[in-house]
């Protein structure tokens, strides 16, 4: 009798299957607990880095309940790759769909942030434009430049004021979240992301501007969805966060 | 096959598994450590504070590249893409060491980020000895392969762990890292001697030693079950089977593992003074 990997995996993901039967103490006893020293060691392991990966998800629901619900995930989902850097990227789908917490209805969309916030403090690096580009180039050449954004810049919409909702549960002091619908821009200026709420149809700009066209045809299309729409504020935030690289006037 | 002669380029002297908290502290007072360990999956991202210090670092310390995510042990083949990450992390790094696991972590698209163990047969043994060529095929330089620790064994096995490590080494040419730590929670559990381990051992072959804490627990029957947690300091009958092994090997690069709560710095510099201390005599014999 052998134990395969393939049994191995069943019973370590499964407490209540029976312990492979090759499997002994060293002295022909059969392994017994000794084999939930593996189990543990998968489980608990994969538990605490989706934990430390979702720091507000855990926050929000407490420690023993997203213990419980990270317990269903990590059996559900196992990573498919060893970086666990990257672990957790079907959790805000999984927590969507998840019953017990629907009430709940914006705890997929912080769980998007906390995933936003590590591929932003992963991606490579860039070095941000520098500012003085706007006092520098003519309108005209402006509005034809084409726009390179920082490998780091992650963007998170949402129907709720999940910024805010983040904030008040990091931030010593942050107010209490409005009740609102924010889009969250998400930059690295060097090392930590910054993240800061955008004007309404700041996505799509950036989707144009993504797309490779030119700033002021971008800008005309998203004036026509929104009439008030106030690029300098996206501007600040987009230098805030260092999340523009390049601006590039068409020749 | 890979000359299994060339000795690692880490030196002889104590080192520790970096944390990033650590960075500043090991910048201004690294004493009495003299290179340091990292884990290969957590700087496979593509830039950031990560990739940042460990640039940084390697201007001043020799760095060893500790995987433990390629799954040597797995029946099925070794994932290409991670090869892949592990080949540029290695060709940009230039690492003074790399080494992985007898063990396995991923099976049929999930990695279970634990390392999970073997049965000694030849049928393992080919198939470990197949992925350790490709290994060193594609990084393009020598591999160390670390035992493990062990809580259970198979009916299977047909070899002991160290005839099993030692015909790894004669095929491949690869060397080994000796965990200290691992023999003496692997003899506890199983209830074998492991001084007569470290006897067995090809010492000859060993690129490196790691010594880490172990957690006690217990077994069905009563019986003494310690786990290789890394969250504590070493335990002093691992100090003594180090000094037992060192007199027989000779001096080695020797590593402080601290994974699990990890402590401020201070605390993991006096584990590597102590390592520096139990390295001592070997050294004073070996001038």
């Known amino acids: ?92 789908a999984f927590l969507e769909t998840f019953q017990p917490l629907q009430h709940v209805g914006y705890l997929a969309d912080v769980a998007r942030l906390e995933l936003a916030q590590r591929r932003a403090y992963h991606a490579a690096d860039a070095t941000p434009i520098d500012p003085a580009i706007f006092g520098e180039l003519p309108p005209e050449a402006l509005a034809s430049a084409t726009v390179l954004f920082a490998p780091a810049m992650q963007i998170v919409q949402s129907s709720w004021p999940v910024l805010d909702i983040w904030q008040f549960n990091m931030t010593k002091d942050a107010p209490q979240p409005s009740a609102a619908a924010q889009n969250v ?45 106030d690029f300098s504020a996206l501007l600040g935030v987009l230098l805030q966060t260092g999340a523009l690289v390049a601006l590039t006037p068409s020749q | 096959m890979f000359d299994a002669s060339s000795s690692s380029q880490l030196p002889n002297a104590p080192g520790v598994g970096y944390k990033p908290q650590h960075f500043a502290d090991i910048l201004e007072s690294p004493a009495p450590v003299e290179w340091l360990e990292i884990h290969a999956e957590n700087y496979m991202g593509l830039g950031g504070r990560p990739l940042a210090q460990l640039r940084h670092l390697a201007e001043q310390f020799p760095i060893s590249v500790h995987g433990v995510g390629l799954s040597i042990g797995s029946e099925g083949a070794l994932d290409g893409d991670h090869l892949a990450r592990l080949k540029t992390l290695c060709d940009w790094l230039n690492p003074a060491s790399f080494s992985e696991h007898l063990a396995w972590s991923s099976h049929e698209n999930a990695f279970l980020n634990d390392l999970l163990p073997l049965p000694y047969t030849q049928e393992t043994l080919n198939r470990v000895a197949d992925h350790i060529d490709q290994v060193q095929e594609v990084l393009g330089r020598k591999m160390l392969l670390e035992n493990p620790s062990s809580y259970l064994a198979f009916a299977e096995s047909t070899m002991s762990e160290t005839d099993f490590l030692r015909a790894i080494t004669q095929r491949t040419g690869c060397g080994l890292l000796l965990d200290v730590n691992n023999v003496f929670v692997s003899a506890t559990n199983l209830k074998l001697d492991a001084r007569a381990y470290i006897d067995d051992f090809p010492l000859a072959q060993v690129g490196e030693i790691h010594l880490g804490g172990h957690d006690e627990e217990a077994d069905d029957h009563g019986a003494p079950l310690l786990i290789d947690s890394h969250g504590a300091e070493i335990a002093d009958p691992v100090w003594a089977l180090l000094d037992y092994t060192l007199e027989r090997s000779g001096p080695k690069p020797l590593l402080i593992e601290w994974d699990t709560d990890v402590p401020d710095w201070p605390v993991l510099a006096d584990e590597a003074k102590r390592g520096a201390r139990a390295l001592a005599p070997s050294l004073a014999l070996a001038s």
């Open chain 1, 1 to 92: 009798m052998i134990t395969t990997q393939t049994d191995f995996r069943a019973a370590i993901f499964d407490p209540q299957m029976a312990v492979p039967a090759s499997l002994t103490d060293g002295s022909e006893q059969p392994a017994g607990k000794r084999f939930n020293v593996y189990r543990n060691n998968v489980i608990v392991s994969l538990k605490e880095a989706l934990s430390e990966s979702f720091p507000v998800v855990t926050k929000l629901i407490g420690p023993q309940s997203f213990a419980n619900l990270a317990g269903l995930y990590v059996r559900a989902h196992p990573p498919c790759d060893p970086r666990m850097m990257l672990y957790g990227a079907e959790f805000p």
């Open chain 1, 185 to 229: 821009l998400i930059g690295r200026p060097e090392f930590d992301p910054q993240m800061r709420a955008m004007p309404e149809g700041s996505a799509e700009l950036i989707t144009l501007l993504q797309n490779r066209t030119k700033l002021g045809d971008a800008l005309e299309t998203i004036e026509q969805s929104h009439p008030d729409f």
